[in-house]
């Protein structure tokens, strides 16, 4: 046998042991009696081991090296599933096939068994999670923050056509990735008072809380790709630190006795469900400032430890702000170091500046953080205190330079004095630090222009842009496990290790009709597959060879999946007006969840049921056009779904947008993009080319412009079209909710009156567009040149190179 081969099969050999192993004294399973979970747990904790081995070696080179640390504060990290990423990242994948293949064990049925971290709301969550695998890729020693959410996102049930909310229990089994550390933990205060000792200089301030809280961590490893470095995700949860008081329970209060407990538990119990609407809960505050202050203690835990020094802070330690939810830290850090280090205010301001960098990922005026000062100054009333003085120093620097301008200096105060005292975070999070980005060049420059265009005047230089980017590694080595390797076969075994090079060299090849009829084939296989699951899911047949034209993200309106909705049912009234003509067969498929609270993003969901419904059980249309909602989407529906769209829908109303990241992921697996000129999709544009996407729509300065001329009205756009006011007509008329045919008018109506997402404004330009895509479509050498196209134009769109730009421009810690 040859070497490889011997060297091969050992591997294999091994990791059978080591599962078995595992199997017997982790699980406490024999083989025969071994369930498929079972399996699946004592396959994970096999791969943890090998992880650990150069996790360990990671930790152990970034402390004798004395490099600077990365340290990524976010609410959200949404990872989805880890084992095939772990596998596929330790170049175990195929070594696991084999050996489980041996045990007459189906990977890839135990890797369906892994619940999803699903610990975040949609595109700001997996985009820290895609960051995390870059980050150990690229070699970054990047640490990740945040909290282990008992529940994660909440599950979504389709009954009747509404969305239902159901709690997801993601650590019912137990999570195998995980390390727990009660030995790594920290006291969080809360409430309480502050004293003042004069002294010689500056006075000491003493916080005398009220409540203590403990944050524990766990810990999981997030291996780079060739398991290149290893680096760590700390996760907070909270612990009562008192004990469980006896002498009440024992008195029979049993409720009473665990009460402080619960309320201290409660702060990692939920993420919180909503991705704009204003949270306004304590609660939320208590947990923004429970992570941030653990992991604040932890890193300067770890900098004093190994530096001694203060002042390295910031050649040593850079932190990322992922949007205001972290913003807290500015306080949080000056206290630190003024009340526990004792440093002198100025020299504690220079060093949090300098160390602190903020990420802000929208514009949306709902989602701007702000919090009363009143709750503030009762749950951290030292931060409050802290908070005045920064606005002050603030507001006196402005005077200093002679800036009396009332407007401005009301717009750039940390205070927001209109609807009571409010304090703003994003400004907050914006003084505090060195850097302020945005996620894509349009969005950075409407920063500059919106929110933060005062701020902005005064210091210049401190905006940036750092558009996102999404891991390949998840989004197409293991999503499209068929286009990787036709892709590896065209353009070499190296595409492997710099897809965001070598992607381009693609587009040579795109007039070689053997290989856009090979890229036809796989994605037929993707339908298939796709297929499967819908019929297994929602007991809808589909049409393989059918266009199948893709919308999924959280629901919101301005992202106005009713446009979609608009169109299919314009298409299904010209089907049935026509119904002899050879229409493009078309599947509109939809998936995403809206905010328990949204009630007109609820009301969308429903309509797309009522219309599947309707159109799906149309026999007239003899099955040319089907329209499936996928309940409960994930990052792990979207691995399935992605690789088998052909077309993309990225079709937000221009300026709201800041970047989206699923607009990436279709690209890169060869669906075409219809799309505003919006977020990331402008940058697309310029990299894939016009003659590959349908950009259609009104642009963010137009959108601008229409909005200042006071509320839109749908009415305009609707008595030009004959084809949306028929549309409308039958929404409005109950054609799809015959059970209460009242269903739509308001929906329908508040278009009329206020069309403020520019759904009718936009709706022509959108159905020219989908017909130039069906054009295209039925034209299969000009469809599938342009599906390389885009695949070929997304290599720079790689998190990879986010991350390198994050870490030469804000860190500083790449060449
Ligand atoms: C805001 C709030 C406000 C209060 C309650 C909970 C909560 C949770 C999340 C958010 C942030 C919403 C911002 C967000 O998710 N932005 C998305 O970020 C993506 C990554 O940069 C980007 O691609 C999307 O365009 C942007 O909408």
């Known amino acids: 046998m040859p070497q490889e081969h011997q060297e091969h099969a050992a591997r294999i050999a091994e990791f059978r042991d080591k599962v078995l192993y595992k199997l017997t004294y982790s699980v406490g399973k024999d083989p025969e009696h071994a369930f498929t979970h079972d399996w699946f747990e004592a396959v994970a904790l096999a791969t943890r081991d090998y992880l650990v081995d150069d996790w360990m070696g990671n930790t152990r080179r970034m402390y004798a090296s004395g490099t600077k640390r990365v340290y990524y504060l976010s609410l959200e990290f949404l990872i989805g599933r880890l084992l095939l990423d772990n596998l596929s990242n330790l170049g175990l994948l195929e070594v696991a096939r084999e050996a489980l293949a041996g045990l007459d064990v189906d990977i890839d049925q135990i890797r369906q068994l892994e619940p999803d971290a699903a610990l975040g709301n949609g595109g700001l969550g997996r985009l820290a999670a895609c960051f995390m695998e870059s980050m150990a890729t690229l070699g970054v020693a990047a640490h990740g923050y945040g909290i282990r959410y008992e529940h994660g996102l909440f599950r979504q049930a389709i009954v009747d056509g509404w969305q239902q909310e159901q709690t997801e229990s993601w650590l019912d089994f137990g999570n195998p990735w995980e390390f727990e550390r009660p030995e790594v933990s920290y006291?969080?205060?809360?409430?309480?008072?502050?004293?003042?000792?004069?002294?010689?200089?500056?006075?000491?301030?003493?916080?005398?809380?009220?409540?203590?809280?403990?944050?524990?961590?766990?810990?999981?490893?997030?291996?780079?790709?060739?398991?290149?470095?290893?680096?760590?995700?700390?996760?907070?949860?909270?612990?009562a630190e008192g004990e469980l008081h006896l002498e009440r329970f024992n008195a029979g209060d049993h409720v009473g006795a665990v009460e402080e407990e619960a309320r201290a538990e409660a702060i990692s119990r939920v993420l919180y469900p909503a991705d704009s609407t204003e949270a306004g809960q304590e609660l939320r505050l208590r947990q923004e400032y429970f992570?941030?202050?653990?992991?604040?203690?932890?890193?300067?835990?770890?900098?004093?430890?190994?530096?001694?020094?203060?002042?390295?802070?910031?050649?040593?330690?850079?932190?990322?702000?992922?949007?205001?939810?972290?913003?807290?830290?500015?306080?949080?850090?000056?206290?630190?170091?003024v009340d526990v280090h004792a440093v002198p205010w100025s020299r504690a301001w220079q060093l949090t500046v300098g160390t602190l960098a903020y990420t802000n990922?929208?514009?949306?005026?709902?989602?701007?953080?702000?919090?009363?000062?009143?709750?503030?100054?009762?749950?951290?009333?030292?931060?409050?205190?802290?908070?005045?003085?920064?606005?002050?120093?603030h507001i006196d620097s402005l005077r200093a330079r002679d800036i009396h301008d009332f407007e401005l200096l009301r717009a750039v105060s940390l205070i927001e004095e209109d609807q009571g005292r409010r304090v703003r975070m994003g400004n907050l999070a914006f003084l505090g630090s060195h850097s302020v980005n945005g996620v894509s060049a349009l969005h950075t420059e409407l920063m500059r222009k919106t929110v933060f265009s005062h701020l902005h005047a005064l210091y210049p230089q401190r905006i940036n842009s750092k558009t996102n980017g999404i891991t390949f590694r998840r989004w197409l080595f293991q999503a499209n496990p068929r286009l990787t390797a036709l892709l590896v076969e065209q353009l070499g075994e190296e595409l492997l290790d710099r897809?965001?090079?070598?992607?381009?060299?693609?587009?040579?090849?795109?007039?070689?009709?053997?290989?856009?009829?090979?890229?036809?084939?796989?994605?037929?296989?993707?339908?298939l597959s796709l297929c499967s699951l819908v019929q297994d899911r929602i007991g809808l047949q589909l049409d393989p060879s059918a266009l199948f034209d893709v919308q999924v993200k959280r629901i919101h309106e301005y992202?106005?999946?009713?446009?979609?909705?608009?169109?299919?049912?314009?298409?299904?009234?010209?089907?049935?007006?026509?119904?002899?003509?050879?229409?493009?067969?078309?599947?509109?498929?939809?998936?995403?969840?809206?905010?328990?609270?949204?009630?007109?993003?609820?009301?969308?969901?429903?309509?797309?049921?009522?219309?599947?419904?309707?159109?799906?059980?149309?026999?007239?249309?003899?099955?040319?056009?089907?329209?499936?909602?996928?309940?409960?989407?994930?990052?792990?529906?979207?691995?399935?779904?992605?690789?088998?769209a052909d077309?993309?829908?990225?079709?937000?109303?221009?300026?709201?947008?800041?970047?989206?990241?699923?607009?990436?992921?279709?690209?890169?697996?060869?669906?075409?993009?219809?799309?505003?000129?919006?977020?990331?999709?402008?940058?697309?544009?310029?990299?894939?080319?016009?003659?590959?996407?349908?950009?259609?729509?009104?642009?963010?300065?137009?959108?601008?412009?229409?909005?200042?001329?006071?509320?839109?009205?749908?009415?305009?756009?609707?008595?030009?079209?004959?084809?949306?006011?028929?549309?409308?007509?039958?929404?409005?008329?109950?054609?799809?909710?015959?059970?209460?045919?009242?269903?739509?008018?308001?929906?329908?109506?508040?278009?009329?009156?206020?069309?403020?997402?520019?759904?009718?404004?936009?709706?022509?330009?959108?159905w020219q567009a989908q017909a130039e895509v069906e054009e295209r479509w039925r034209d299969p050498r000009q469809w599938w040149r342009s599906a390389l196209m885009n695949c070929a134009g997304t290599g720079w769109f790689s998190s990879d190179r986010t991350i390198r730009e994050y870490a030469r421009e804000i860190w500083g810690v790449l060449e």
């Open 187 to 239: 006291l969080i205060g809360f409430g309480g008072s502050v004293s003042a000792i004069p002294g010689e200089g500056e006075p000491r301030h003493f916080w005398h809380w009220a409540e203590g809280v403990r944050a524990v961590a766990y810990d999981t490893p997030i291996a780079g790709w060739r398991g290149n470095s290893v680096n760590t995700l700390r996760l907070w949860r909270a612990r």
């Open 291 to 337: 992570f941030v202050s653990a992991s604040l203690q932890d890193l300067m835990r770890r900098h004093l430890k190994q530096h001694g020094d203060l002042d390295l802070l910031p050649q040593k330690a850079a932190i990322q702000l992922n949007d205001t939810h972290p913003a807290i830290a500015v306080a949080e850090l000056m206290r630190i170091l």
């Open 647 to 766: 077309l993309s829908e990225q079709i937000s109303t221009a300026g709201m947008e800041a970047s989206g990241t699923s607009n990436m992921k279709f690209a890169l697996n060869g669906a075409l993009t219809i799309g505003t000129l919006d977020g990331a999709n402008v940058e697309m544009l310029e990299r894939i080319g016009d003659e590959h996407m349908f950009i259609f729509g009104l642009n963010a300065r137009q959108v601008e412009m229409r909005r200042q001329e006071g509320p839109v009205a749908g009415e305009v756009a609707i008595s030009a079209s004959p084809r949306l006011h028929e549309v409308l007509q039958a929404i409005r008329s109950g054609v799809f909710s015959p059970d209460d045919p009242a269903r739509y008018t308001g929906l329908v109506d508040s278009l009329i009156w206020n069309d403020h997402f520019m759904v009718c404004a936009d709706f022509d330009a959108y």
């Open 499 to 527: 897809p965001d090079e070598l992607l381009v060299n693609l587009r040579a090849d795109a007039d070689k009709s053997a290989l856009r009829k090979r890229f036809a084939e796989q994605r037929q296989l993707a339908k």
């Open 559 to 644: 992202k106005r999946q009713l446009l979609n909705l608009l169109h299919t049912v314009a298409l299904y009234q010209a089907m049935r007006d026509e119904p002899t003509t050879a229409w493009v067969p078309r599947v509109k498929i939809l998936a995403g969840k809206a905010a328990a609270s949204y009630q007109q993003a609820k009301l969308v969901i429903k309509l797309a049921n009522d219309i599947a419904r309707t159109i799906n059980h149309d026999p007239t249309l003899r099955g040319q056009l089907k329209v499936v909602f996928l309940p409960n989407y994930n990052v792990s529906l979207a691995e399935q779904i992605i690789p088998a």
């Open 361 to 393: 990922h929208t514009l949306l005026p709902e989602a701007l953080e702000t919090w009363s000062a009143g709750l503030m100054e009762r749950m951290l009333p030292r931060h409050m205190q802290i908070i005045y003085l920064i606005n002050a120093e």
